[in-house]
């Protein structure tokens, strides 16, 4: 277990260097960062000046290297718009998008789970067709034209819930759902899945012979194997929704993690960029990680 | 990733008559992006300012000359929509060819020679999944420039992590078969065991990938293009209609509602396709 723990750590480290190097590389495409920080207008005088109090007229090699040491140690550099800490920009909007992010993990669960159980449950039916149905159009949604969609229902035509904002919890119902949506396919897949192949083994039968009931056959038994893979893929799919979640901030105007990289993108602010790429990487990589740990501990089979 | 190993297969009946119901949407978008500049009844382009927003067939005061209305600027909401199946269509395949390309490339390097190189594919596969697609795609964008090429070139940089997870799966099963072996006794080179007896073998399931990757590509077009990082305006893509018809959406709810459904319809039809050819083809559902 520990040479098991080591190794995956050792790789999430090298992911986390590897993306580093990336989001640095990225920010320096466009060639001259000077020249578009300063704008259109700038003389030459001014981006001079730019360039020397950014330090871009240092050679890129050391320039890489200064980011990379001050990000090891948690400082992410400043904002060139906002002149804040970039990490405090980060800290002040992460809230806004992690509860997003488990507001549609909660709701893609509450429905999943339900849907693709049923579906195993009565196999071949008109009712599990009507649920891969349902996922297969899931799939097909763009999830910002849902938004707009449930934004003129909601909150135009009955007036149940606010257009944009981050005020109450009203505010995370519409874009919680719209973001469920790009999961909820997935989940429910693999729980069905998972309670067929579950459901068709011999322990089952074991319980049915011992007289339990169908709830506690369904519920303890049957469940409780499907669900692992099911929890594994749900702490990833919690790291797809963060990173995906730039456009429904967008859509609503929930001033997250996204909204603050589409912000800087439009600003040219390439150390936020790069930071939230990071970020966000780091984050999906420390959930793969929980998932792979999780499945480890419940499935000795792994470990190997 | 995962392979979920329960074959997904309800009644063949209804499959198929899904598959059908793929293969004509498909279609009909196929003629649509191949013929239309022959297919539009108006200039997709033409503004004009006196016939703007008008309401398309269904609703009271409609003009049977523009049976889908006009937008804001008063082009013909039909041919903008026609014209943006093309530009779908387009991305949706050739951002497929790129990844393609990569993706097939290194999972086949990772599958058959295993090892070392399989180490290092499965790392470029993690790392890959770790960095969110649709902010660096519109860094890329935002940094760049908006192109049609920037776009596709982009995309294709980011989406060939499924692609490669197939590829390398399942040349690993092909590796270890009677038939390889016999192609390694006969004295064939590395390239022609992995060009004549691999990939043919494996071609099936790239396909289905294929079909996915589309649907995916031309989802992430639109959502790009609807931030204002995609294709570039006046061209009529379907997510860059949705954007520039927001601002008109709670008066003329049926701006965003055209662009809206096609795009919806035609992901839909691709994705029927493809689960269908993944039953003909007998090969495994793999999720994401």
């Known amino acids: 277990m520990f040479r098991f723990l080591v190794r995956r750590l050792i790789v999430a480290l090298l ?29 030459q005088a001014d981006i001079e000046a730019i360039r020397k109090a950014y330090g871009l007229d240092r050679p890129v090699v050391s320039q890489f290297f200064d980011w990379v040491g001050r990000a090891a140690t948690g400082d992410l550099g400043n904002s060139y718009f906002f002149q804040t800490r970039v990490s405090a920009l980060i800290a002040e909007r992460m809230p806004v998008t992690l509860t997003l992010g488990l507001t549609g993990l909660a709701i893609a669960l509450l429905v999943s789970l339900p849907l693709g159980i049923l579906a195993a449950v009565r196999e071949n039916t008109g009712f599990d067709r009507a649920v891969q149905m349902v996922a297969l159009l899931g799939q097909a949604m763009p999830s910002f034209w849902l938004g707009l969609l449930l934004m003129i229902l909601f909150g135009l035509t009955l007036g149940w819930l606010p257009i944009s904002g981050t005020g109450s919890w009203q505010h995370y119902v519409m874009p919680g759902i719209v973001l469920a949506f790009s999961a909820i396919p997935a ?56 990173g995906g979640s730039i456009v429904i901030e967008q859509v609503f105007a929930l001033h997250g993690v996204g909204f603050l990289a589409w912000e800087s993108i439009a600003k040219n602010d390439f150390p936020v960029v790069q930071a939230v790429v990071l ?26 | 990733m995962s392979v979920a190993t329960v074959n997904a297969g309800p009644r063949r009946g209804w499959r198929s008559t899904s598959t059908w119901i793929g293969a004509v949407i498909v279609g009909i978008a196929l003629v649509c992006a191949v013929f239309a500049p022959l297919l539009v009844p108006h200039d997709p382009f033409a503004q004009d300012l006196n016939r703007r927003l008008l309401v398309p067939f269904w609703m009271e005061g409609s003009n049977p000359d523009f049976i889908l209305g006009t937008d804001q ?37 990772g599958g058959f020679f295993g090892g070392r190189v399989d180490d ?61 072996a016999a192609a390694w006794c006969a004295g064939c080179s590395r390239f022609r065991v992995l060009s004549r007896e ?17 649907a995916l590509a031309i989802l992430l077009e639109a959502a790009l293009s609807f931030l204002g990082l995609g294709v570039p305006p006046p061209l009529p893509s379907w997510g860059l209609m949705i954007a520039e018809a927001k601002d008109y959406m709670f008066f003329s709810p049926w701006v965003i509602v055209i662009p809206g459904v096609a795009l919806f319809v035609l992901v839909l039809g691709i994705n029927l396709l493809g689960d269908g050819l993944r039953d003909a083809f007998g090969t495994q559902r793999t999720d994401s």
């Open chain 1, 279 to 304: 970020v966000l990487a780091v984050i999906y990589v420390a959930l793969t990680m929980v998932a792979d740990l999780m499945n480890a501990v419940l499935d000795p089979r792994l470990r190997a």
């Open chain 1, 15 to 43: 992911v986390a260097a590897t993306v580093m190097t990336l989001a640095f590389v990225l920010t320096r495409l466009s060639g001259d960062l000077a020249t578009s920080i300063a704008g259109p207008n700038a003389t």
């Open chain 2, 198 to 214: 691999v990939l043919p073998n494996i071609a099936s399931h790239l396909v289905v990938v294929a079909t996915l990757e589309i």
């Open chain 1, 187 to 242: 989940l429910t897949r693999l729980t069905r899945a998972g309670m067929i192949q579950s459901l068709g083994s011999d322990y089952i039968r074991t319980a049915r012979a011992k007289g339990l009931s169908r709830a506690s056959i369904l519920l303890k038994h049957a469940l409780r194997n499907a669900a692992i893979p099911v929890v594994a893929i749900a702490a990833v799919q919690l790291g797809f929704m963060l």
């Open chain 2, 73 to 109: 600027l008063g082009r013909d909401y039909l041919s903008r929509l026609i014209w943006g199946c093309r530009i779908s269509m387009l991305i949706g395949v050739t951002v497929t060819v790129v990844s393609g390309l990569i993706g097939i490339t290194i999972g086949v390097l």
């Open chain 2, 120 to 180: 290092a594919v499965l790392f470029a596969i993690t790392t890959r999944l770790s960095i969110p697609v649709v902010l660096v795609a519109l860094a890329v964008v935002g940094l760049l420039g908006t192109s049609m090429t920037l776009l596709v070139l982009t995309l294709g940089l980011l989406l060939w992590d499924r692609f490669a997870v197939v590829a390398r799966s399942t040349s690993m099963q092909v590796r270890n078969l009677d038939f390889v």
